[in-house]
């Protein structure tokens, strides 16, 4: 249901809203989710891990209270910041900035916040409510403000903030309803610092790690913005906004799930097993989609959005491949924590940040955003292939399993991937190929869910050989 509401308003949006307007909210999104990624110094993913639901509830209160500490000195900071500095991070078209900033960390924080704790009490179902609450009212509002004729970044930046607060307060009010007990008897500031020092080591590795991953997703708004207009901006925006929506809305839900269940295999020794299962299915979810949209990028973003969004179609097929790997190891890389190998995880954000803006600033450079874009997704390629490959091994999967798991995706991708390359090498109208792209990604997708729901039920069996 949210990935209907979200690709049933974009190109309702695409023909309100211009290039500039998406490229501003780009960069206001960058900004708010490079420090809301730690705005809860990622005590928020501790929630999970404890065997004791008091341990995870007082994890809980210290989750919520340095959300609100880090808004604040954000707020601050914003305020005495010059406002040439503020302008450059796409302000101008936005009023209250330093205040929507503040508003949209404490939002992630607190969401984050939620999100965990839902995790732990396995409310898969309420998460994946507040997600369609989230995406409606986002959508409701952006197309009012749209309609209303105020089409700019602010409005945009407005829908989305509408969005994340009322899913936050929905999930907040199921929180207070269903597990108040066992949270009000653990808001003691004894069970609190006792939380904060045994799980210290989240701070320490993931925080640092959470925020040069983080950086290095928004290094491209950030970058293009620096060396090319708004509008190049808000191609990218577009683009990686239509690739992202697997992830959003499909790999989060499978990593909740993954993340929980992994916690607990490793206790029970069924870690490969299940590690196993997942990245096949991550492999059959993500391997047509993406490579339909390197294959028909353009054509399909001509008729979904508009022919003024054909740049943004290039994009995308530039940045499929690269998207494809991402979908599958982010997921995957929550392992980090389930391992305990947080400082391994820093030290593969901080290359991912190094190649990612050698990447992005060559480009800049030459004054080419093709090849800034060509570069960034080469770089993902190698560092996350490295990523899956390091937190299988180290969870007792041979890598030569992945090797096979993606052979036999490839094989079976082979009939719809190659069906949609002979309609557009046979020159067909942007419509057909878009028909006969939409028909396969849809096909692929309820076979893929399926699939999943029926591994999952399994206990997650191998089905490998």
């Not at 501790?46 to 808004?71: C, H, K, M, Q």
Request: glycine share 10%; hydrophobic share 55%; aromatic share 10%.
């Amino acid at each position: 249901m949210a990935q209907v509401v979200v690709l049933a308003a974009a190109p309702v949006l695409t023909r309100l809203f211009g290039p500039e307007a998406f490229g501003g909210a780009a960069l206001f999104a960058a900004v708010v989710g490079i420090i809301g990624v730690v705005a809860c110094l990622r005590y928020d993913l501790s929630i999970v891990i404890p065997a004791s639901d008091d341990e995870g509830a007082a994890l809980f209160w210290a989750s919520l209270a340095i959300s609100a500490v880090t808004s604040t000195l954000v707020l601050v900071v914003f305020l005495l910041l010059p406002t040439v500095v503020v302008d450059r991070l796409g302000a101008s078209e936005i009023p209250a900035f330093p205040l929507l900033v503040a508003v949209g960390c404490f939002l992630t924080g607190v969401f984050s916040t939620l999100n965990y704790w839902n995790s732990r009490t396995r409310k898969f179902g309420r998460l994946a409510s507040a997600r369609v609450v989230n995406t409606s009212v986002t959508a409701a509002v952006q197309i009012g403000a749209g309609v209303a004729a105020s089409a700019g970044a602010g409005s945009l930046v407005g829908g989305s903030l509408a969005g994340s607060g009322v899913a936050t307060g929905f999930l907040a009010a199921r929180v207070a309803g269903e597990d108040r007990r066992v949270l009000a008897r653990n808001l003691r500031v004894s069970s609190i610092v006792a939380g904060l020092r045994r799980h210290r080591h989240f701070p320490m590795y993931n925080t640092w790690a959470a925020l040069m991953n983080t950086l290095s997703w928004q290094l491209p708004a950030l970058v293009l913005g620096a060396y090319f207009s708004a509008s190049v901006v808000g191609y990218y925006a577009l683009g990686f906004r239509v690739l992202g929506l697997p992830m959003s809305l499909v790999g989060i839900a499978i990593g909740q799930v993954f993340y929980q269940r992994a916690a607990v295999a490793r206790e029970s020794g069924g870690l490969a097993t299940l590690v196993r299962g997942v990245f096949s299915v991550l492999v059959d979810v993500g391997l047509v989609p993406f490579v339909v949209l390197a294959i028909a990028g353009r054509a399909v973003f001509v008729v979904a959005f508009g022919a003024a969004w054909g740049e943004a179609g290039v994009y995308v097929q530039i940045l499929a491949i690269w998207s494809l790997v991402w979908f599958i190891s982010s997921p995957m890389s929550t392992l980090y924590a389930v391992l305990d190998r947080q400082g391994a995880g820093l030290w593969l954000s901080a290359g991912i940040l190094v190649s990612r803006f050698a990447s992005l600033m060559v480009g800049g450079w030459l004054g080419q955003p093709r090849l800034s874009l060509f570069l960034f997704a080469a770089s993902g390629v190698l560092v996350y292939g490295y990523l899956n490959q390091f937190v299988m091994t180290h969870s007792g999967v041979p890598w030569g399993d992945a090797w096979r798991i993606l052979a036999r995706a490839s094989l079976r991708g082979l009939a719809p991937c190659g069906t949609v390359a002979v309609v557009v090498l046979a020159g067909a109208g942007s419509f057909w190929v878009f028909i006969v792209a939409m028909v396969v990604i849809s096909a692929n997708t309820v076979w893929a869910w399926l699939r999943w729901r029926r591994v999952m039920m399994q206990g997650v069996s191998s089905e490998i050989g």
